[in-house]
């Protein structure tokens, strides 16, 4: 069981910094704006493209985070709406008229067209869900388009693609009378891991299910009372939400992160469609087997280290969870932008009551507990990493842990690996010195 990390807060503070009793900080915070989340989404989705109507300075954002990962022509762009007074809004719908035509005539193949708000003021002004009508008349049906706020004021990275699933939801056809359970997977998972998680779920006789994003956004699942959701990721609060909202029943779990997580994660599925154990363990055995042992490999390096986790993609919980109990980690702090509790309860039950948790962001406040408590890692954001390791601090960009395949079995072992390599860096270096 890991001490309460205390410093620097008064002992009543102290006793309440708990899962259940977070410290809740509300100061200067350093993430990626919700239009990162778009990095990522529209690689899965083929038919879909995200045109952000923002500034010049989304399009640098987006340019520069995506710049190395651009491999053919992208499916996101950017619409700079430059300034202009009330009045002159008129011009910012004619203006997203031409970008949208020129866009469609040049991309045939855009079967769902994103319009991503951002934060300047004057695409504040613009009523986005009216303009994503005003596009669906003229250019409909055969495009069908959605929008959502990626705005850094409302939006972390995560936020966005929880936008823009909840968005999705919206337009999830009703389930047809008299349909047997279904199970929606909600999260953007890497292809190869939904491909691993289908013939799991085809395994045990569980279907039909789809995945949501789906790769086509043509291929959306329907959603009713029979319908059971699995969350593929802990930041999809609104999207949970969007889906209740549609009377689908939302399955407890622990998130697929290493062989725990993603047994438990299963489990809830093969409990709600009635798999027998005998099947279940069958089916899963294997894969257990192989993240068991592909962990293993890592655990020389992690065991007994200290970890602090700065709030940056949600995924901090899960991530702490899986470090402390497969990997035999220590938890210094476990900061999340948002602490989603219900979604969150699970994981908790498998962590120490008395692990420090922290919810929203104080950077500086943080800044100081982190240095007294010399934690061997640290996971923030790209932000922090550097004067952190300046000052001799190892550090992992927790946005890598959303960009890399990490979730299922055969993923546990390079999710270790992900905590191991600041540690071999810092050897190297040391070699070099
Ligand atoms: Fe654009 Fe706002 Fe994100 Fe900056 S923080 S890139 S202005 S959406």
């Known amino acids: 069981m890991n001490a309460p990390f205390s410093a620097k807060l008064p002992a009543a503070a102290r006793a309440e910094c708990s899962p259940s009793q977070p410290l809740r900080q509300r100061g ?73 035509a020129r866009l469609l005539e040049r991309r045939p193949d855009i079967r769902l067209l994103v319009l991503v708000g951002s934060c300047p003021s004057e695409v504040i ?64 998972l890497a292809d190869v891991v939904e491909d691993q998680f289908r013939r799991i779920f085809d395994g045990l006789g569980i ?21 059971l959701l699995l969350l593929a990721q802990p930041f999809l609060g609104e999207t949970a939400k969007a889906l209740e909202g549609r ?13 725990e997580g993603t047994t438990a994660w299963l489990k809830a599925a093969a409990d709600a469609f009635e798999v027998d154990a005998g099947r ?16 293993e490999r890592s655990r020389a390096t992690l065991q007994g280290k200290r970890i602090f986790f700065f709030p940056d993609s949600q995924l901090e919980p899960s991530m702490a969870r899986f470090l402390h109990r497969e990997a035999g980690m220590e938890i210094v702090e476990i ?8 979604h969150l309860a699970a994981e908790f039950e498998l962590l120490p009551d008395t692990v420090f948790v922290s919810e929203g962001q104080d950077v500086d406040r943080q800044l100081d507990r982190c240095r007294e408590a010399r934690p ?7 932000g922090l990493a550097n004067p952190l390791e300046a000052e001799g601090i190892a550090t992992k960009w927790s946005i890598e842990l959303v960009f890399t395949p990490v979730q299922g079995y055969e993923q546990a072992g390079d999710l270790a690996e992900l905590f191991v390599r600041p540690f071999d860096r810092r050897e190297r270096l040391r070699g070099i010195a």
């Open 125 to 188: 002004k613009l009523d986005l869900s009216k303009a994503a009508e005003r596009q669906g008349r003229l250019h409909g049906p055969a495009v069908r388009f959605l929008h959502y706020s990626g705005s850094g004021i409302e939006t972390t990275f995560t936020q966005g693609e929880d936008n823009f699933l909840a968005a999705l939801v919206k337009d999830l056809p009703a389930e047809p009378a008299g349909a047997g359970p279904s199970l929606i997977v909600a999260g953007a």
């Open 28 to 100: 200067q915070h350093e993430v990626f704006c919700g239009l990162t989340s778009i990095i990522w989404l529209h690689r899965k989705m083929q038919d879909a493209f995200f045109l952000i109507v923002g500034s010049r300075t989304c399009a640098h954002l987006m340019q520069s985070a995506a710049g190395v990962m651009i491999f053919a022509e992208p499916r996101f762009a950017t619409a700079v709406i430059e300034e202009r007074d009330l009045a002159g809004m008129a011009d910012v719908h004619d203006e997203l008229d031409k970008v949208v």
């Open 335 to 342: 900061g999340t932008p948002f602490l989603h509790r219900h």
């Open 280 to 295: 279940f363990a069958a089916i899963t055995g294997p894969g257990r087997s192989r993240a068991r042992l592909a962990v």
């Open 247 to 259: 009377g689908v029943r939302h399955l407890q779990a622990p998130f697929p992160l290493g062989e």
């Open 207 to 227: 279907g039909p299910v789809t995945f949501l994003p789906p790769r086509e956004s043509t291929a959306l699942p329907h959603a009713g009372p029979n319908t």
């Open 376 to 382: 061997d890692l640290v996971v923030c954001g790209m």
